[in-house]
């Protein structure tokens, strides 16, 4: 077998894995590259399934989201983009509300070091929320702007937190 060379070309979609498949003598030296767009979307539908029953089902049963489940696992039906816009509307909601009306911890304390903020909380929902956050709302959103630059050493970490998400 030939080395691989590092010729861009050799780097491919996931959606050539079928020609790859039939032809491989044809492909040799070929790398399937998946993309950020692939663990994304595999990410929202953990994060989905994780916060289904603590959070998100109550977020969508109040904003009448019916697309949205604990079962989704593909990109078929759109399944990605509403996974996605349901965890950024949840986290640009909470957001909202420790900004504007949460009086203690004070919310300076949230904007300098949430870490800390998050251990003066003492109520299961605030922790909830505030878990939800740092584990799967950020790091969602994350993923949507280090692919849009470019930004690859950010994606290698946001691929490990993902990993560890599963």
């Not at 780097?11 to 079928?18: E, F, S, T």
């Not at 949205?68 to 950024?88: G, Y």
């Not at 640009?92 to 919310?107: C, F, L, N, S, W």
């Not at 922790?127 to 969602?140: E, S």
Request: glycine share 6%; charged share 15%; hydrophobic share 45%.
């Amino acid at each position: 077998m030939r080395p691989l060379s590092p010729n861009p070309r050799n780097l491919v979609c996931a959606g050539a894995r079928d020609q790859l498949r039939k032809y491989p003598l044809k492909h040799l030296g070929v790398v399937i590259g998946v993309g950020p767009f692939h663990s994304h979307a595999h990410f929202c539908f953990i994060v989905v399934c994780a916060y289904w029953w603590c959070l998100i089902h109550r977020c969508c049963k109040e904003l009448g989201i019916k697309k949205v489940s604990p079962t989704m696992m593909n990109l078929e039906n759109s399944n990605f983009i509403h996974a996605f816009t349901v965890l950024r509307v949840i986290s640009v909601a909470i957001y909202a509300y420790i900004i504007q009306d949460v009086d203690y911890p004070p919310v300076e304390v949230f904007l300098e070091n949430p870490e800390a903020f998050e251990g003066r909380v003492n109520n299961a929902g605030a922790i909830v929320l505030l878990k939800f956050l740092r584990q799967a709302g950020i790091p969602a959103m994350q993923y949507q702007r280090a692919a849009r630059q470019g930004r690859g050493e950010k994606l290698i970490t946001l691929f490990a937190h993902t990993l560890h998400m599963v």
